[in-house]
């Protein structure tokens, strides 16, 4: 059996045409310069822990806990304007991984969808996980710079790449990465399967159910083509008999709550 916990790891405020790019005509309305209070809205930030009888596995980190004490200074500027973090006690992955009797040291793979800040903010809170992954392409993004990645958050932290393809975690075909570039460079899914039928992590390939249905793009798109083929590949698993969910980071409709394959 495979449980997938999903874990409310706090919120953001974000303009409403990051999640769903046809909110807005304004090529540049995602980032909320110039536009007004109301067109903003708080989404969740998810992260989420599979306890796999082979594997203890957590999909991205959420907030670190000092978003609690200064955001702006945490996320810097541009992340700050783009994203603020909102994170109440109790809600730190730390947090949810002890009411669960983990510690960090106890998870055998951490495995970060993209790294961006909402996704990999809290990686300094798990970094004695016996394995922290990444892909490679968004490693090598990064590395590079750009202001929506923060690299001092990760500084000293060892993340192994592994490669932009199709990737058997456990080598049983249980847990799966999968590719879905377009809102970054290395966008990575997770497909875990189990006797009752499969689910899928998709990050930030979309943001609520009309992002596959549809193929409406994220606001953020690094590759439009490439973002658009990833929702493509994310509606076909969600027409799949067998698809129990699509878990999304941002998707009010999977908050909380577990999942069981």
């Known amino acids: 059996m495979i449980k997938i916990h999903i874990l409310d790891c706090g919120s953001t405020f974000v303009d409403e045409a990051l999640p769903l790019s046809n909110r807005s005509k304004n090529p540049l309305a995602f980032s909320g310069l110039g536009r007004k209070k109301n067109h903003q809205i708080e989404v969740p930030v998810t992260a989420y822990l599979i306890e796999h009888p ?19 200074r945490y996320e ?4 700050y304007h783009a994203s603020p973090g909102v994170l109440p006690e109790g809600k730190a992955v730390t947090e949810h991984l002890a009411r669960y009797g983990y510690r ?16 990999a903010g809290g990686i300094g809170m798990v970094k004695d996980a016996k394995c922290i992954m990444a892909g490679r ?45 377009g ?35 994220p606001g953020i798109a690094r590759d439009r083509k490439q973002a658009e083929a990833s929702l493509r590949r994310l509606q076909a698993y969600s027409r799949d008999e067998r698809c129990i969910a699509v878990l999304m980071t941002h998707d009010p409709e999977y908050k909380t709550g577990e999942i069981i394959l």
């Open 137 to 181: 392409a968004e490693l090598e993004a990064a590395a590079k710079s750009n202001p929506r990645y923060l690299k001092r958050l990760w500084r000293g932290i060892d993340i192994k790449a592994f490669p932009d393809e199709e990737y058997d975690l456990l080598n049983d075909g249980s847990v799966k990465l999968i590719p879905l570039p």
């Open 76 to 79: 810097g500027f541009v992340n």
């Open 54 to 72: 082979q594997a203890l596995i957590l999909v991205d980190t959420g907030w670190d806990a000092a978003v609690r004490k200064d955001a702006r």
């Open 104 to 119: 960090a040291a106890d998870i055998d793979y951490c495995i970060l969808t993209h790294m961006d800040i909402d996704h």
């Open 183 to 217: 809102h970054s460079a290395g966008m990575t899914g997770v497909r875990a399967e189990g006797s009752g039928g499969f689910c899928v992590i998709a990050g930030d390939c979309g943001y609520a159910r009309e992002s596959y249905e549809k193929l409406v793009l």
